[in-house]
């Protein structure tokens, strides 16, 4: 129990157009999702957190409006990397948790997508 | 704010032998959980153990374990009888009780096991 999916798993686009990623809870109901970007050879970064039906919370340095996070269902939510430029290459991971499934606490992550933009 | 330090950046080990990982965090708060993940090639984190701060006891997870030393806040990793599928990225990280689930990671530390 407790998967997470992403789509896609790995996606290349020119500059300047916009890529959404999808996260999916599969056998749980995800009240929080979190998103995270991995530069290669360092730790999780932290971009935002997001909880069911609210507006997302983001982290300081994070631009909202280039990263636009949904979390409209208990089992989607999406990162829409807009206007994409190179230096949004990147590996990003989401997460999920909820209150209920196994420890409350804990994060189940994605297996992650790797954008590329050219 | 947490932070959460990992001062080994890179580490090897022979396989079967035993191999401990560092970890010390900063916080001011009491009710708290540690946890240590492992990020293969794959790249797919994988959740190895995790510490509940209430309890004195470590945790222990067949070959994982930690010790856990909550006045020097400090949360170690022992590997026992290392495998080659040890190798990987090893992210200890922190979780507040009281601010939502978020986990604060430290640096990592890339391990090797040789054969």
């Known amino acids: 129990g407790a998967v997470v999916s992403q789509h896609p798993s790995w996606v290349i686009c020119k500059s300047g157009t916009s890529v959404k990623i999808e996260c999916r809870s599969l056998?749980?109901?995800?009240?929080?999702m979190f998103w995270y970007r991995q530069f290669p050879k360092q730790s999780l970064m932290l971009m935002a957190t997001?909880?069911?039906?609210?507006?997302?919370?983001?982290e300081q340095g994070v631009e909202k409006d280039k990263f636009l996070i949904n979390h409209a269902s208990l089992t989607l939510s999406t990162l829409t990397v807009t206007s994409a430029h190179p230096e949004d290459s990147s590996f990003y991971i989401c997460?999920?948790?909820?209150?209920?499934?196994?420890?409350?606490?804990?994060?189940?992550f994605g297996p992650g997508t790797r954008l590329t933009v050219t | 704010a947490q932070t959460v330090t990992q001062s080994q950046p890179e580490m090897s080990v022979q396989e079967a032998e035993t191999v401990t990982l560092s970890c010390t965090y900063d916080?001011?708060?009491?009710?708290?959980?540690l946890f240590w993940y492992k990020q293969p090639p794959s790249r797919q984190m994988i959740l190895v153990i995790r510490?509940?701060?209430?309890?004195?006891q470590n945790a222990t997870e067949n070959r994982f374990s930690v010790n856990f030393q909550k006045a020097a806040k400090s949360f170690s990793l022992k590997i026992s009888d290392s495998q080659l599928g040890d190798t990987a990225m090893y992210f200890c990280?922190?979780?507040?009780?009281?601010?939502?689930?978020?986990?604060?990671f430290g640096g990592g530390t890339r391990l090797m096991v040789k054969p």
């Open positions: 997460s999920a948790s909820s209150r209920g499934q196994g420890t409350s606490y804990e994060q189940y």
């Open positions: 056998d749980f109901q995800a009240t929080t």
């Open positions: 997001s909880n069911e039906g609210s507006k997302a919370t983001y």
């Open positions: 916080t001011s708060e009491n009710n708290y959980y």
């Open positions: 510490q509940e701060a209430y309890k004195q």
């Open positions: 990280a922190f979780m507040n009780n009281n601010a939502g689930n978020m986990l604060t």
